[in-house]
C-alpha cells in the first residue's frame, strides 16, 4: 500500500508528462515554478564546487577550512542542517572586502562544475515549465553572485537568492535583504511574486528541504524532490508529491537506489533454474550515455533475458511495454516503478515516443522491440524479421546509437500459446542466448532503411538456424498461436499487417 501511494504521488509531480500538456498555457501563465539548488536541481551540494572556485581566484585560502569536508558530506547524505546554514549566514561576514569582480569570476568558474551536475529530468521539467508559459526561477540560499552564472547557462527567468551588500565594487560584510532560507526564502519569494504579477496559488516549487517548508507550503503546486528524512514524512502527511530529478517520473527510489538497481545483484542466470541463459555481447553497451537497445521478440519471457544483459551492463533501461502490462494489477505498479514506458498499439499516438525520446535526452538507456508485438503462427517462423518505424523514428530524433539484441529460445520457456511460463522444466532446463551486437550505421533520414538495417543487424545475431526457412510442423504452429485462437486467423492478421505499422 505504502508503494502503491508513492507512486501515485510521484506520478502527480509533473504538470505534463514528456510534452503531454497539462493545464493550459493561459491558465497557469500568472504562476512561476520556484527550484531550489542543492540535492534539487543538482545531484549533491554546491558548497565543494563554489569553494573551489573561490580559492581560485585567492578569496579564501588554500587549504580547506577545518571540518568543511565533513560539513559538505554530512548535506549530501542528509540535506540542509542548522550548522551548514548558520555558516552560511556569516559567510557574507568572512566575504567583507572581497572584491565583486573577483566573486562574480567565481561564479563563472563555479558554473563549469555544477553544470553537470544539474539532474537529468531536471532540464527536461524545466523546459515543460517554459513551454507552459511558466517563469522558471532558482530560489536558493547561496549567495547570487555565486549561482547566477549557472542560472544563465540553464536559461532560468530569474535568481532569487542572498544578496550581500557592497559599497564601491566591494563587499561590506552585511547583507542586503533577508537571508534566503527558511522564513527568509518565502519572504523573498514572496517579493519577487509582488514585483513580477506572479500568482503564488498558480506556482510550483520544488526542494529537498524540511526548512522550505514555509515557501512549499505558500504555493499551489509543492513537489518534495529527493526529500530529507523530515520533508518525506511531512510530504506523505500532506499528500505533497514526491520525485526525484535522476530517474524518470513515478520511479520511486529507497536508500538513494531505484528498483532496477536493487535487482541487479539476483539478475544472474543461475537463480532461473528453468532456463539455461547465456549472455554475450554486453560490452557492445555503452556505460553512459543515450543509447538505445532494439531486440527481437519471440516470448513474454524476452524482457526477463534483456534484463538479464541489461544487469550484467549495469545500468538501469526503459523498456517500452503493451498498455495492458500497465493496467494489470501489482505488475502494472512494478512497470511504472522501473520507469516503462506504456504503448497503446493502433491509437496513433506519439506520447510513448515522446516520452522515449525524453529519457534519452536525458542521457537514458531504452529497451524497444521493433516488431512490436510477437509474430504469430507461421509468421514466427519467417527468417527475415519484419519492423516498425518507432526505432528508427527515435534515433532520427535523438542521434542514440542503436545496440541490436539477438534474443533466440526464449520461446521455450514461455511459448506464444501459453498463458504462464513454464517454471517447472528444472531437469532439462531449454537453453537460451541474449546476444548484443555493436551498434548499427544507421542514415537518419528514411526510416525504411533504418528499420531494415537494424533488422537485419539483429538477424545476424542469431543462430544459423534462424535464418533458414523452413516449414513449421503442426504443433509448432500451435505453441506460436495465441490461446483460443485458431493459427489460420493469425496468419491472415500477419499478412494484413502494414510493416511500418506502429
Known amino acids: 500500500m505504502a508503494c502503491s501511494f508513492?507512486?501515485?504521488?510521484?506520478?502527480?509531480?509533473?504538470?505534463?508528462?514528456f510534452g503531454i500538456r497539462g493545464p493550459s498555457v493561459s491558465a497557469m501563465s500568472a504562476g512561476a515554478a520556484f527550484f531550489d539548488l542543492d540535492r534539487t536541481l543538482l545531484r549533491g551540494a554546491s558548497g565543494p564546487a563554489i569553494s573551489r572556485a573561490l580559492r581560485a581566484v585567492g578569496l579564501l585560502p588554500d587549504r580547506s577550512i577545518p571540518g568543511e569536508s565533513l560539513l559538505f558530506g554530512l548535506f549530501d547524505l542528509v540535506g540542509e542542517n542548522r550548522p551548514a546554514m548558520m555558516a552560511a549566514r556569516q559567510m557574507a561576514r568572512a566575504a567583507s572586502g572581497w572584491s565583486v569582480e573577483a566573486v562574480a569570476r567565481a561564479g563563472q568558474m563555479a558554473a563549469d562544475e555544477l553544470e553537470p551536475l544539474v539532474q537529468p529530468y531536471a532540464r527536461i521539467l524545466i523546459d515543460g515549465h517554459r513551454a507552459e508559459g511558466n517563469r522558471v526561477v532558482l530560489a536558493t540560499t547561496t549567495p547570487e553572485p555565486l549561482v547566477a552564472p549557472l542560472a544563465r547557462r540553464l536559461g532560468l527567468d530569474a535568481v532569487v537568492a542572498t544578496r550581500w551588500a557592497s559599497v564601491d565594487g566591494h563587499y561590506t560584510g552585511e547583507i542586503d535583504g533577508p537571508f534566503v532560507w527558511n522564513d527568509g526564502?518565502?519572504?523573498?519569494?514572496?517579493a519577487y511574486a509582488e514585483a513580477n504579477d506572479c500568482d503564488l496559488t498558480s506556482s510550483h516549487a520544488y526542494s529537498d528541504s524540511w526548512y522550505d517548508i514555509p515557501l512549499l507550503g505558500a504555493v499551489g503546486n509543492p513537489v518534495a524532490v529527493n526529500p530529507d528524512p523530515r520533508l518525506a514524512l511531512y510530504a506523505v502527511v500532506r499528500r505533497w508529491p514526491v520525485t526525484w530529478l535522476d530517474v524518470p517520473p513515478g520511479v520511486p527510489k529507497l536508500a538513494g537506489l531505484e528498483p532496477q538497481k536493487f535487482l541487479f545483484p539476483f539478475a544472474r542466470p543461475e537463480l532461473l533454474p528453468f532456463v539455461r541463459l547465456s549472455v554475450h555481447g554486453t560490452e557492445h553497451i555503452p556505460t553512459m550515455g543515450p543509447?538505445?537497445?532494439?531486440?527481437?521478440?519471440?516470448?513474454?519471457f524476452d524482457p526477463v533475458a534483456v534484463g538479464m544483459a541489461v544487469a550484467r551492463a549495469g545500468r538501469p533501461a526503459r523498456f517500452l511495454g503493451k498498455k495492458e502490462v500497465f493496467d494489470a494489477p501489482v505488475v502494472g505498479d512494478i512497470a511504472r516503478a522501473v520507469g516503462g514506458i506504456r504503448v497503446e498499439r493502433g491509437s496513433g499516438s506519439d506520447a510513448p515516443l515522446e516520452e522515449a525520446a525524453a529519457a534519452l535526452n536525458a542521457?537514458?538507456?531504452?529497451?524497444?522491440?521493433?516488431?512490436?508485438t510477437i509474430p504469430r503462427g507461421r509468421a514466427f517462423f519467417d527468417p527475415e524479421l519484419h519492423g516498425r518505424w518507432g526505432t528508427a523514428r527515435l534515433?532520427?530524433?535523438?542521434?542514440?546509437?542503436?545496440?541490436?539484441?539477438g534474443l533466440w529460445g526464449t520461446e521455450r520457456v514461455w511459448p506464444r500459446s501459453s498463458r504462464l511460463p513454464n517454471l517447472l522444466n528444472i531437469t532439462d532446463p531449454p537453453p537460451v542466448s541474449v546476444t548484443v551486437g555493436p551498434p548499427v550505421e544507421l542514415g537518419g533520414v528514411d526510416p525504411d532503411v533504418d528499420t531494415r538495417r537494424i533488422m537485419d543487424a539483429?538477424?545476424?545475431l542469431l543462430p544459423a538456424?534462424?535464418?533458414r526457412r523452413r516449414e513449421p510442423t503442426e504443433e509448432e504452429l500451435a505453441l506460436a498461436t495465441p490461446p483460443g485462437r485458431p493459427a489460420e486467423a493469425d496468419e491472415e492478421h500477419e499478412a494484413h499487417r502494414r510493416p511500418g505499422e506502429d
Open 185 to 190: 526564502k518565502l519572504e523573498a519569494v514572496r
Open 291 to 300: 543509447v538505445i537497445l532494439a531486440a527481437n521478440h519471440r516470448s513474454y
Open 395 to 405: 534515433a532520427a530524433m535523438t542521434g542514440a546509437p542503436v545496440v541490436p539484441v
Open 465 to 467: 538456424e534462424a535464418r
Open 363 to 372: 542521457g537514458e538507456m531504452v529497451v524497444i522491440m521493433p516488431q512490436g
Open 458 to 460: 539483429i538477424t545476424r
Open 6 to 17: 508513492l507512486l501515485r504521488t510521484s506520478r502527480k509531480t509533473w504538470p505534463f508528462r
